[in-house]
């Protein structure tokens, strides 16, 4: 069966460390594989894309990274923020289809 | 510009009515998307138009669900003799996908709680 897993468990760390999120998924294809931030009370919002021939991608403090063979990504914040805080979500598009199919989420706990 | 907009923001209702819960996409985006996300659970896909037309029905629940797109723009998503197993936060995306890109903007949500 399909599946994308996220730890459902918190990731509690201090401000200024890296925070990196795991997100597995089986049985898909995907085309690429996006990020989302969610606060409680709003609905997610858009944080990066990564491409199934990219390796790695980057946007200011955050860098994704994506391994079909592995069928993985990583979601890493350098010198982390408790504004950071929140709920992260990665989603995936099968090849050949539109449809995103969402993760369950990890919540990020940033410690000041 | 404006975003997703959804409406009501919280609904209240009683076990067996039926409920309207709309959603007004970005201009423009031809793609629309209905999910239901259940209290500290992730996000459930029910149903995506591209136009006006559903070519993915899938992900609803039951066929006291159903909904609607007009225009390319509006969009309803209904339930019909609701169940407190429908308590959820029902939230709309717009995208305007292109090859290899499908970035979705969400609506804040609405919060339905059957009593």
């Known amino acids: 069966s399909q599946k994308i897993e996220q730890n459902s468990e918190a990731l509690n760390i201090q401000e200024g460390k890296t925070a990196t999120l795991t997100c597995n998924y089986t049985n898909y294809s995907p085309a690429y594989l996006q990020w989302y931030r969610q606060d409680p009370g709003r609905g997610p919002v858009f944080l990066l894309l990564?491409?199934?021939?990219?390796k790695e991608k980057r946007k200011e403090r955050l860098k994704v990274t994506f391994d079909t063979t592995l069928k993985q990504s990583l979601f890493h914040i350098t010198a982390s923020q408790p504004a950071d805080s929140a709920t992260y979500l990665c989603?995936?598009?099968?090849?050949?289809?539109?449809?995103?199919?969402f993760g369950t989420g990890t919540r990020l706990l940033v410690s000041p | 510009g404006a975003g997703v907009s959804q409406s009501p923001s919280n609904k209240v209702t009683e076990k067996g009515k039926d409920v309207e819960l709309r959603c007004d996409p970005i201009?423009?985006?031809?793609?629309l998307y209905w999910y239901r996300q259940r209290l500290g659970q992730g996000l459930e896909f029910l149903i995506y138009f591209q136009g006006n037309s559903a070519p993915d029905k899938s992900g609803l629940p039951s066929d006291r669900f159903s909904a609607e797109r007009t225009g390319e723009s509006v969009s309803t998503l209904t339930i019909q003799r609701t169940q407190q197993e429908d308590s959820a936060v029902y939230l709309c995306?717009?995208?305007?996908?292109?090859?290899?890109?499908?970035?979705?903007?969400f609506g804040p949500g609405t919060r339905l709680t059957v009593l």
């Open positions: 201009s423009g985006h031809t793609a």
């Open positions: 990564i491409r199934e021939n990219e």
């Open positions: 995306a717009s995208s305007f996908p292109r090859a290899g890109d499908n970035e979705q903007f």
């Open positions: 989603a995936l598009e099968n090849t050949g289809f539109q449809k995103l199919v």
